[in-house]
């Protein structure tokens, strides 16, 4: 074993500790602004049954789930036939019952059925945990990343939309990204899909019209005539598209004939009323896209995409759903959420060099060692520093002070103390500003004020 | 799938916002005391290689992984003659390659190999992050737990091991858990196999000692002489375990004796060196204790156990190792770690009530809606108050009072504000102190400066 070459798992990092500050930094920023929201706290276990992720964000999430093995002779329920062939499909279920979340939003759902006696409603929880999901890694995504989810779960209430943008505002104000919130409504979608006639396409409507941005209006044409869509559905295409250059959205014809349908005019009505209390700071990051289409099966509501002039993909998203927590036999819940990606965040952040100055957060004083008599003081001196809550390090070993200067540099510690001698027998301690070169005599009492500053 | 109960996998758990908070406290507090004393965060991925997992604790640990299934075809690499024998143990290499880490310290060993180029060592690092375990679940032991872990890599000075119990008694003392610190050396126990003369019976030497508290002095004889250790081995026990009665162990003949041997004599020159340079606090909580073996293989000099009176099973753990990295092909880099384990402290604080209130935490104020005209007034009172980093909630519905205040009850929520006709009128607030029953009236201006402190 000795010289293997030691290596990660495929799309998994190690996290350094300026990593690990700034990724803090931004979860910390994040949990403030759902408390002062009045959101709270809720964590779930890494693990759940399969039983539970199976099936709920469609047959390609299944095959991104990452499954646990069953412990022990895991081989001894398996199907004798079904190991024959090699058939690894049907023999999955009986080797392996566990699997890693992928999201937050299934453990949410089971969480809620789960707890339903012990939850007072309109429930609003937030939950910051990792997910993973065993998709092909590239730049920016990867296989084990966070979710910073924010729902409320048991409340129709258009109000906790506007909360949720007010959040999303908020969030990215103090991280300094300047951002567009796209907001539309499944039932404007709902809407379109009374005016072709054809609503049971509503899903193939939906996941041809998410591409557009990518594609292009011809392809998704191309996409929606593949798919069984009508001559009516791929006319929409244009329509939609020239939305965008359009200087108020909700006066546009097409939202006057949308307006038309029952799903449509409710969707006008949602959107209307959300935009309708938002102050300036809310309504002028939000554009009204009625091309918005997010892929998940399972809103039915407004639904929001945060997108940046700085970053390529959405770093935000969100929506109303009305029967998330009927699966596990709890209907009727209506519940609308949103979710920050602490990984692209992070990517955007750095990439645009937005990160505050962590320097504060490290050690502030390594106290040198170079001479074995002075042990005694200086470890008694470095304990009364920690106990006046300084961060600070005394060097373990009495070696070359070169050395001690270098771990110092290294680390970013801004200040170096001396203590031999002449220190001994002046009391006054030798500290030196590791950025300006300078150095300063000063004794115990002022040098504890001065790093206390 | 409609109405099928919903549970989680054996021996994890769900966190509810009162839990986290608690857990929370705890992982601040250490995490403080591991930054005053100068160690850095890293964070590891969930998943490692089940190569660098692999025979890192023994095949008992082996037992304890949880192994992930290889995405995709996973048969298709499975040896046929064994998937026909249905032996499991041949085929888990073919089809899993990840495991979930079972500790922090395999993890830091990985980490430090594969970045060795960028570390500075000395290198002090604190990691707290969960760790997986297939164990049988009981009380006080889940499958899904918290380690806060410190290191210090690349440092043979005793002076590390000197902090780290600093670090055991200010992180106990912020909790008021009253603890003891049981310190001993692996030193001790090599020189205990001089002394008997059966140096290569070390490991089941101290598997045996490693049961004195539990199974007392006859039966770990029993084991001894199973395991093939001599006369002079089963003598020493009940020397060992009238240690606890000495009223300074240092100075017995059983160390006396201990020292006359070359490794002995190492291990007493440890342990006086780290109670030479201990304040008061520290030498007091600190109990002698060559009867301490850790069943971890790795340790070779000084190690710790801490226990609390009001807990069974420690609650903190550690020692030196001489040869961590060594297994991923880096060798000569000595170490020193201490581990905190979060369920263990979370239940034993729950247990004897030691939490601070938490109640600060949550929302501060709920607004209550029961006048649909005031919607507008009320969304900009609940914003103004939360950029005045008011925790406040605005009730998303205008439902029937009594439900609202029940709402404010349950999440203990101390002060709800009534603003209707007559508040409107005479632009002042109604706000209810829910724990007293007491009603002021106030302006915006006071009940912002109420609020806020």
Excluded at 114 to 140: E, S
């Amino acid at each position: 074993m000795a010289g293997k070459k030691v290596s990660l798992p495929k799309g998994m990092r190690d996290f350094g500790p300026q990593q690990v500050r700034k990724r803090q930094y931004i979860l910390d920023t994040i949990r403030e602004v759902f408390e002062i929201f009045g959101y709270q706290p809720i964590e779930t276990p890494v693990m759940e049954q399969l039983s539970t992720l199976n099936g709920k964000g469609g047959a390609e999430s299944d095959k991104l789930l990452f499954k646990v093995l069953n412990s022990g002779d895991f081989l001894k329920k398996a199907d004798e036939n079904a190991l024959n062939e090699k058939a690894s499909s049907k023999v999955i279920a009986q080797i392996s019952e566990k699997g890693l979340r992928y999201d937050l939003t299934v453990p949410l759902a089971r969480y809620v059925v789960m707890h339903q006696n012990d939850i007072t409603f309109p429930f609003k929880r937030y939950q910051m945990q990792p997910v993973w999901r065993a998709d092909r890694p590239q730049k920016g995504r990867y296989r084990e990343f966070w979710q910073c989810d924010a729902d409320v779960l048991g409340s129709e209430s258009l109000i906790n939309e506007m909360e949720l943008i007010q959040i999303f505002e908020r969030v990215f104000k103090t991280f300094n990204i300047p951002v567009k919130v796209h907001l539309s409504s499944r039932k404007l979608l709902a809407g379109m899909m009374e005016l072709i006639g054809q609503e049971d396409k509503m899903i193939d409507f939906t996941v041809a019209l998410d591409k557009l941005d990518k594609i292009g209006v011809e392809k998704v044409q191309d996409e929606l005539r593949a798919r069984g869509l009508n001559e009516k559905a791929v006319e929409l295409i244009p329509s939609i598209a020239a939305l965008s250059s359009e200087k108020d959205v909700m006066k546009s014809s097409f939202i006057a004939a949308l307006e038309k349908t029952s799903n449509g005019a409710e969707g006008v009505r949602e959107i209307n009323t959300i935009m309708s209390r938002l102050d300036f700071a809310c309504r002028s990051i939000i554009i009204i896209d009625p091309s918005l289409a997010r892929g998940l099966d399972y809103y039915t509501g407004p639904i929001f995409e945060v997108k940046s002039e700085l970053f390529k993909g959405s770093i935000g998203s969100g929506g109303r759903y009305d029967n998330l927590t009927g699966i596990f036999g709890l209907p009727n819940v209506s519940g609308v959420g949103i979710s920050f990606g602490l990984d692209r965040i992070y990517d955007l952040m750095q990439e645009q060099n937005l990160f505050p100055d962590f320097s504060a957060a490290s050690t502030k004083v390594l106290l040198t060692y170079f001479d074995e008599e002075k042990l005694p003081p200086l470890f008694g001196i470095v304990s009364m520093m920690r106990e006046a809550n300084i961060k600070a390090e005394l060097y373990p070993a009495p070696v070359k002070l070169k050395k001690q200067f270098k771990y110092a540099n290294d680390k970013g510690i801004p200040y170096v103390v001396l203590y031999g001698d002449e220190e001994a027998d002046s009391g006054e301690f030798t500290i030196k500003d590791m950025e300006k070169g300078e150095q300063f005599k000063m004794d115990f009492e002022k040098l504890l004020e001065f790093l206390k500053q």
